[in-house]
């Protein structure tokens, strides 16, 4: 099992230690197997900094994606990509 370390902003934290978020899309440029924990550090975007503040979450599932696969880039562009979560 392996730990990696990401930014995370403030907003995004906060969601995480409420409950109200428990996935997460990311840039698929490091490797992440089921098991593995995922160190969520809050960062300050305007300030540039980190606010010392971190979440460990454990990885259960992970599937690649390429939205260029389904889309076209123009209209993720216009609308962006839902990453949707089922009960």
Avoid at 9 to 29: H, M, Q, S, V, Y
Avoid at 31 to 55: A, H, I, N, W, Y
Wanted: contains cysteine; glycine residues 4%; negative net charge.
């Amino acid at each position: 099992m392996v730990e990696i370390e990401k930014k995370c902003w403030p907003e995004f934290f906060c969601r995480f230690i409420t409950g109200e978020k428990n996935c997460e899309f990311r840039l698929a440029d490091f490797s992440l197997q089921p098991g593995d924990t995922l160190v969520l550090k809050e960062f300050e975007k305007e300030k540039q900094k980190f606010t010392g503040r971190e979440l460990r979450k454990e990885c259960k599932r992970v599937n690649l994606i390429n939205p260029l696969d389904m889309y076209d880039a123009a209209e993720i562009k216009k609308h962006g990509c839902l990453l949707i979560e089922f009960e």
